[in-house]
């Protein structure tokens, strides 16, 4: 996910396209180092597991963990719902010379789980995000509906959060 060579393992050849990559490593070269502890990522989605090393950093990469389900800073799996930990692990994994390396590996990790989405949830989870000093904040969540268009509500959320929140 970092750099794209073209081949990868046993994959056939054609399976991958050499530079369809997000150019993490030349960011990382062009800026002389892998990101800054002053910048905070969020990530809204399933559970998050708290406890691995990659997520979990030096014992201070973890700001502001938030269940929207439970209300409360436990924003662990429940049975199924791992999928949180493999996004936040692409955004921010530490490099710790085991697992994953994520885009951003020197940056805080908000970790922040939900199980629905709706006007009232979106409201909370960007205005949560933004309270606690997220700089960034990474979505993979939408609807199964094809024709879900979202509301004024979730639109005014999502857009006070880009143009309010970290100035």
């Keep these: ?15 991958f396209v050499a530079g369809a990559d997000a150019k993490v490593v030349d960011a990382w070269q062009r800026l002389g180092n892998r990101g ?8 809204i989605d ?12 030096n014992g201070n990469k973890i700001v502001a963990p938030w269940d929207f389900e439970t209300d409360t800073s436990d924003a662990s799996p429940r049975t199924g719902d791992w999928h949180g930990t ?6 921010v994994a530490a490099a710790n010379g085991s697992g994953i ?18 006007d009232s ?11 606690n000093g997220a700089d960034i904040i990474s979505n993979s969540w939408g ?25």
């Design 143 to 167: 609807s199964r509906d094809p024709a879900f268009v979202m509301s004024t509500r979730m639109y005014n959320a999502i857009h006070k959060a880009a143009t309010q929140g970290r100035n």
């Design 121 to 131: 949830q979106v409201e909370k989870w960007f205005g949560h995000a933004v309270n």
């Design 1 to 15: 996910h970092l750099r794209n060579t073209g081949s990868h393992g046993t994959w056939p050849s054609n399976s």
């Design 36 to 43: 800054s502890a002053a910048v905070t990522v969020a990530v």
């Design 101 to 118: 390396v994520g885009a951003a590996p020197n940056s805080k990790f908000m970790p922040m789980r939900f199980s629905y989405i709706s």
């Design 86 to 91: 493999a996004c936040a692990g692409v955004a």
């Design 46 to 57: 399933s559970g998050f597991d708290m406890s691995h090393p990659d997520l979990r950093g």
